[in-house]
């Protein structure tokens, strides 16, 4: 007599892990995303295109974009230059300040934006000297700047730090062997290394300054036409019950993310091809 075979399962193996993981992002993530798309075909592509013709919400993008550029240049230098002292130099109270530089990541951006209108504000430590002088950080497209810098300043680091520390240090000192000096060696040793760390710490602080908010509005007092972000944009559309107007910029934010996050996994991806060949 034939012995009985256990049946198998017609269902792929991780069927049911994969379905409960994807009926707790429906609701939490997935579904609130497509709602901004949703919402946006509903007043058809004409509704679309006219929202965004606004002055209003031409000048929230092109503001936003070129805070985001500025913030991603700026920080690419600083953050660089911070992760190779940290990374490279044994010195007192090191470790205490690779925590301070961590630090933006924890504290709330409201918090963020408070302080720098306690130091910068016209009432602040430094700013009270600068308003008689007509000098006023806050306010004003600087302030935005400043609070993006402040808010972004660790993704820089923490992209660029991890590749320095397996960077053998052989390499520089064969450098320096050879006559090299230490701009030499970090130009054509160091910093070709540095390619991936520098391009994902890029589009991660590129694209958290494009979505930056909490500190924002309250270093810019949201003001069209000169301080207004695109964030700030979509807040105030949304108090003043344009619905769609708020929706045309929300959509157009959510898709320069999905594109940025494409890019940088796409970078990764052959990143890691590369290190397996």
Not at 60 to 82: E, Q
């Amino acid at each position: 007599m034939p012995i009985p075979t256990a049946r198998k399962s017609r269902l792929p193996r991780g069927a049911f892990p994969v379905g409960i993981l994807l009926a707790v992002l429906l609701p939490l993530i997935l579904m609130p995303l497509a709602s901004i798309y949703v919402f946006a075909a509903r007043s058809g592509w004409q509704g679309f295109v006219n929202a965004l013709a606004s002055p209003e919400a031409q000048f929230a993008l092109r503001f936003s974009l070129l805070i985001a550029l500025l913030t991603a240049l700026i920080n690419g230098g600083l953050g660089t230059y911070a992760a190779y002292v940290l990374s490279k130099y044994r010195f007192p109270g090191r470790d205490a300040l690779n925590v301070v530089v961590n630090l933006p990541v924890a504290i709330p951006t409201v918090v963020v934006g408070t302080s720098l209108l306690l130091l910068w504000g016209p009432i602040g430590i430094l700013g009270q000297f600068l308003a008689p002088l007509g000098i006023s950080p806050m306010f004003a497209p600087i302030g935005v700047l400043l609070a993006h810098l402040f808010v972004t300043f660790p993704y820089m680091l923490g992209a660029v730090k991890p590749v320095l520390d397996e960077l053998e240090v052989t390499y520089e000192e064969a450098a320096y062997t050879i006559g090299a000096s230490q701009w030499t060696a970090f130009r054509f040793v160091v910093l070709p290394a540095l390619r991936g760390g520098l391009f994902s710490g890029a589009l991660l602080t590129f694209a958290h300054s494009l979505g930056e908010f909490g500190a924002t509005i309250l270093v810019s007092g949201n003001l069209a036409f000169r301080t207004q972000t695109a964030p700030l944009y979509i807040f105030a559309q949304f108090e003043a019950g344009n619905i769609e107007a708020a929706n045309a910029v929300a959509a157009v934010l959510a898709t320069l993310s999905f594109a940025l996050f494409f890019a940088l996994m796409r970078f990764n991806k052959k990143g890691a091809r590369r290190d397996n060949v």
